[in-house]
Nanobody
Framework: QVLLEESGGGLVQTGGSLRLSCAASGRTFVTLIMAWFRQAPGKEREFVAAISQVGSIIYYTDSVKGRFTMSRDNTNNTAYLQMNSLKPEDTAVYYC?????????????????WGQGTQVTVSS
């Protein structure tokens, strides 16, 4: 069992920054592929970013490339999503997810563990 807890969401103006954190427990963190997804009102949950076990592979969805940076700290069992130059269309509930797969996936169905989500609201 893997428990994930997100933090760091909030309200920010267009162009602002936020850093999301995802603290994991219940399994050796370095064995997990970590990812961030988001879900806006009335829309499906979508992939944002994913990182391999030691951080050597990182994928981003096109809409956040150059603005968001995903990282992880295997000493502190935490994954991060640094979000800069935020736009109103980034407004969503952001979910941390974990997978015990050997491969970094972008698909939601490949992730078996999920946090409760943290709200990010970007005002125009």
């Amino acid at each position: 069992q893997v428990l994930l807890e997100e933090s760091g969401g909030g309200l920010v103006q267009t162009g602002g920054s936020l850093r999301l954190s995802c603290a994991a427990s219940g399994r050796t963190f370095v064995t997990l592929i970590m990812a961030w997804f988001r879900q806006a009102p009335g829309k499906e949950r979508e992939f944002v970013a994913a990182i391999s076990q030691v951080g050597s592979i990182i994928y981003y969805t096109d809409s956040v490339k150059g603005r968001f940076t995903m990282s992880r700290d295997n000493t502190n069992n935490t994954a991060y999503l640094q979000m800069n130059s935020l736009k109103p269309e980034d407004t969503a509930v952001y979910y941390c997810a974990a997978s015990i797969s050997e491969t970094v996936y972008r698909k939601l169905t490949n992730y078996g563990y999920w946090g409760q989500g943290t709200q990010v609201t970007v005002s125009s």
